[in-house]
Each structure stands twice: as C-alpha cells, then as structure tokens.
C-alpha cells in the first residue's frame, strides 16, 4: 500500500551535512506520521525523528536536536532530514518509515519501511 524509497546519504566529513529525502508512493501520504531511524555498524536500530501528518508536530531524539530537522512535503510525497554538524557517531544506515500514531517513537508503531541510505561521516 504505501512503498518508501530513501535517498541522498553519501560519505561527508565531521561538520558537514546532508539531506535525506524519502518519496512515498501511496496516495494518502499526508495520513501517516513519518519518522526517521537509524542503524549504525555493530549496533541496534535507533529512532531519530517524526513528524506528524500536517506537519505541525515534530519530535527527536536527543543526539540530534538543535543539529537534524525532520520536514514533510506532502504535495510532493516526500519526508525529509535535514543533518547538519554531523559527527562521526551519526553513521548509519538511515530508514525512513511510516506510521500509525503520531510522536511515537517505537518501531512497532510503523507499518512501511524503506531500504534505507548509506551515511557515513569521516572524523
């Protein structure tokens, strides 16, 4: 029902940035809160970010505020995250998922995943 594809994760230096963007397929995008997770080498899968369905309402874990922004462009079917001061320790591979319940941060609230993006800061 709903196909997420990620995009834009690339090898960047400590300092830089990146933004991901994920495009969804179905044709009740704006229903479904988005959220971000990642998953670095070694280590288990993390949420990162949501956003709920208009928009209004965002959430992050704290390793990311003040640095990440998570944003939706539900004209265009597309969530995305914004990454800035990047570290090292945010090298991930980095899923985009769909949800049910807006500002939930367990992965059982979301029902669609994407195949995830490759970041990957140098220090």
């Known amino acids: 029902q709903v196909q997420l594809v990620e995009s834009g994760g690339g090898l960047v230096q400590a300092g830089g940035s990146l933004r991901l963007s994920c495009v969804a397929s179905?044709?009740?995008?704006?229903?479904?809160?988005m959220a971000w997770f990642r998953h670095p080498p070694g280590k288990e899968r993390e949420f990162v970010a949501t956003?709920?369905?208009?928009?209004?309402?965002?959430y992050y874990t704290t390793s990311v505020k003040g640095r990440f922004t998570i944003s939706r462009d539900n004209a265009k079917n597309t969530v995305y995250l914004q990454m800035n001061s990047l570290k090292p320790e945010d090298t991930a591979v980095y899923y985009c998922?769909?949800?049910?319940?807006?500002?939930?941060?367990?992965?059982?609230?979301?029902?669609?995943w994407g195949q995830g993006t490759q970041v990957t800061v140098s220090s």
């Open positions: 956003i709920s369905g208009s928009g209004g309402s965002t």
């Open positions: 998922a769909a949800g049910v319940v807006p500002g939930i941060a367990t992965e059982s609230n979301y029902n669609y």
């Open positions: 179905g044709r009740t995008f704006s229903r479904y809160p």
